[in-house]
């Protein structure tokens, strides 16, 4: 006999007493339910208006000078850095009062075609510096489309002074949206393998010119 039938042949009021007890459990079970949908809403609006920040800090995923770095949505090398007095790019030649550290890089992604944006250089005393603008973006790794299946090669730029070349790691992310700011946006940060001796060397003997045209290593 299925239960079907057995509330079938119930008495009435027996039957009555049963639904009503479940119709009170039913209704407090929802109004329970209903309080907790209500309070973990409750708490995402407030992560959401009390925590924006954490939330837009980057998940960052580390490595060296000439491993592949993978941070999920793209992966990038540094394969080689290097200094310059000056920077020559198409027609324009570009000059420095500090140096201009090239650091020359490869990208690719998993699935999505995406472009790098510009990188920040890390000092090891926490200062930053952005790549600078003195460079068009043509000329950089933040130009080309990043797509699936093999390595786009390019270069970033930065101008620093010579302190700022020991320990320096530079941090690879997307560009950033005005409109729309990423939970958790991933990025690459590499330590550009500049000890003392190579901080040295790369201040005391930078190129005359570096040509952003000039065949990629």
């Not at 079907?4 to 639904?19: F, H, K, N």
């Not at 708490?43 to 000439?66: E, H, N």
């Not at 090891?124 to 093999?150: C, H, M, R, S």
Request: net charge neutral; no cysteine; glycine share 10%.
């Amino acid at each position: 006999m299925t239960a079907t039938e057995q509330r079938s042949v119930a008495p009435r009021g027996a039957r009555s007493r049963r639904q009503a007890t479940r119709g009170g459990g039913g209704a407090r079970a929802l109004h329970v339910i209903a309080g907790l949908v209500l309070a973990a809403g409750a708490v995402a609006v407030q992560s959401i208006y009390l925590s924006g920040d954490d939330r837009g800090m980057p998940l960052t995923y580390t490595g060296a000078k000439g491993e592949n770095v993978d941070a999920g949505r793209f992966s990038v090398r540094v394969q080689n850095v290097s200094t310059a007095k000056t920077i020559k790019a198409g027609d324009d030649t570009i000059p420095t009062e500090q140096l201009f550290l090239v650091v020359e890089a490869a990208a690719t992604v998993p699935k999505k075609p995406l472009h790098l944006g510009k990188p920040t250089l890390l000092t090891a005393d926490g200062k930053k510096f952005t790549a600078t603008d003195k460079v068009d973006n043509e000329k950089t790794l933040a130009y080309p489309w990043i797509q699936p299946g093999w390595w786009t090669t390019g270069r970033f730029v930065f101008e620093v002074p010579a302190s700022a070349l020991p320990g320096a790691q530079a941090v690879f992310e997307l560009p950033v949206s005005a409109l729309y700011g990423e939970p958790l946006p991933p990025e690459a940060q590499i330590d550009l393998g500049i000890d003392e001796a190579a901080a040295k060397q790369l201040t005391s003997s930078p190129a005359e010119v570096f040509d952003m045209d000039e065949k990629k290593k």
